[in-house]
């Protein structure tokens, strides 16, 4: 059984930066397609950036292009998302999620991804 692990939220000020890790016990992440997604209170869960199993292509929400990069270090296990220039309207709950359904196409749905972290809190103040 996957399971992934989120850290690195916290609460920053409007304009600030924080990366988030996401890290899988079990087996390797490197042959998963990765994607991070975000929920708001009373909100759905939407998608915010995603990662081919070799890195090779990533996908962004059009809310967060030219801020957030997602990244991931196959030796490490680990996948990251750096955010930058942080806005009120990034807080959320944010999830990591694989994928083993797909593989190379980035799917940017929630139910294409059958693994899931359990969340970490982002909240950014004004």
């Known amino acids: 059984q996957e399971q992934l692990v989120e850290s690195g939220g916290g609460l920053v000020q409007a304009g600030g930066s924080l990366r988030l890790s996401c890290t899988a016990s079990g087996r390797t992440l490197s042959i998963y397609d990765m994607g991070w997604f975000r929920q708001a209170p009373g909100k759905e869960r939407d998608f915010v950036a995603g990662i081919s199993w070799s890195g090779g292509r990533a996908y962004y929400a059009d809310s967060v292009k030219g801020r957030f990069t997602i990244s991931r270090d196959n030796a490490m296990n680990t996948v990251y998302l750096q955010m930058n220039s942080l806005k009120p309207e990034d807080t959320a709950v944010y999830y990591c999620?694989?994928?083993?359904?797909?593989?190379?196409?980035?799917?940017?749905?929630?139910?294409?991804?059958?693994?899931w972290g359990q969340g970490t809190q982002v909240t950014v103040s004004s």
């Open positions: 999620a694989a994928t083993t359904y797909y593989r190379g196409t980035v799917p940017t749905t929630t139910n294409a991804y059958n693994y």
